[in-house]
């Protein structure tokens, strides 16, 4: 049995630069990190007493006999493409799916990443974000950016840089003492609000031509946020520029807020927050804001209806922490298929 544990993200800046037909063009970039809560995928082999071959768990439960029958885009075609069989997989998250916090990409890294192991196979962190990249964007055909996999597999609190050539990973750095008052002004509420993003994705990814003015600055806004982070000037400088790219952000798309999201928005600002901004794609999921600490108890109190999210920056990206070495024979496999004996 195998269990991997994979972390949610939260984009700060440069969200929209990422999608392919931007960055091939200009170049992309964003400014993201990893926190402590994440989905946990559970990976074995079926043993051969059922009359079923695989055992999915999720938001529901399918027993499917092919690759063919699997419902589930992103398990099947992961599937499919690592030449998987006869597995027991079970999906368990601290947060809610559809949110804005990369939570499928989380799913397709740590899934990849349980196969991979399974296999006796050892994969780099690269080597999975790549992967997943091609599964959800190729096979899957999702719309969307890339920056998600490549969070969830890596880890820390990032920028990552996107051209025609790749990806890079630099790691931000702040002292510990600044990062973690950074971690301290930042408040995260989860709407109630879960969403397809794909929807979102999909207008986004057609107005990018349109929008390619908006997504410039927003692309240079991630220089002015690294400047801010790892130099001496006030962590408040960060919390203003999230009001300035959330705005930005809004511009793009009619999807990416609604008259809900925008209230919300608008109290804490009201009570004492610099910035802030929804998580993902939009039009639901998880609220960020960057409140000074006096100013915490207000905003606490303006948004009480909304469940508040404590968390703490994480380094690790996608891990393993469970592993118990079992046997399985392909080949008895390919002659049950076969109908041999």
Aim: hydrophobic share 35%; net charge negative; glycine share 8%.
């Amino acid at each position: 049995m195998i269990i991997t544990r994979t972390p949610f993200r939260m984009s700060f800046f440069g969200g929209g630069t990422d999608f392919f037909e931007f960055y091939n063009k200009y170049g992309g970039s964003v400014i993201s990190t990893t926190f402590d809560k994440y989905c946990y995928i559970s990976t074995r082999h079926l043993p051969r007493f059922f009359d079923y071959s695989n055992h999915f768990t999720y938001s529901k439960i399918e027993l499917p006999n092919s690759l063919d029958e699997i419902e589930h885009p992103l398990i099947r075609n992961t599937m499919m493409f690592m030449d998987m069989h006869e597995i027991r997989l079970s999906y368990d998250a601290d947060l809610p799916a559809r949110s804005g916090l990369g939570t499928s990409s989380s799913f397709a890294v740590g899934m990849i990443n349980s196969f991979h192991v399974l296999k006796g196979e050892h994969a780099s962190k690269k080597e999975l974000a790549d992967e997943a990249i091609h599964v959800e964007r190729v096979l899957c055909n999702e719309a969307g950016g890339i920056q998600d996999q490549i969070a969830a597999s890596f880890g820390g609190f990032n920028r990552i840089n996107f051209n025609s050539d790749g990806y890079y990973v630099n790691p931000i750095i702040m002292s510990p003492a600044r990062k973690q008052e950074l971690n301290r002004n930042l408040l995260l509420f989860f709407t109630g609000i879960s969403r397809y993003s794909f929807q979102i994705q999909i207008s986004m990814k057609e107005k990018i031509k349109d929008k390619e003015k908006d997504l410039k600055e927003m692309l240079l806004l991630v220089d002015e946020a690294e400047s801010i982070l790892t130099s001496q000037k006030s962590l408040d400088e960060f919390g203003k520029l999230l009001d300035y790219t959330w705005k930005l952000k809004r511009g793009i798309s009619s999807n990416v807020s609604t008259e809900s999201i925008d209230s919300l928005y608008k109290k804490a600002i009201s009570a004492g927050a610099l910035g802030g901004k929804i998580l993902g794609a939009g039009g639901g999921g998880f609220l960020l804001f960057y409140v000074q600490p006096e100013k915490r108890n207000s905003v606490l109190a303006e948004l009480q209806n909304l469940i508040h999210i404590p968390f703490q920056f994480e380094t690790e990206g996608t891990k393993v922490i469970y592993y118990e070495h079992e046997s399985w024979d392909q080949n008895q496999l390919m002659l049950k298929n076969s109908g041999e004996k």
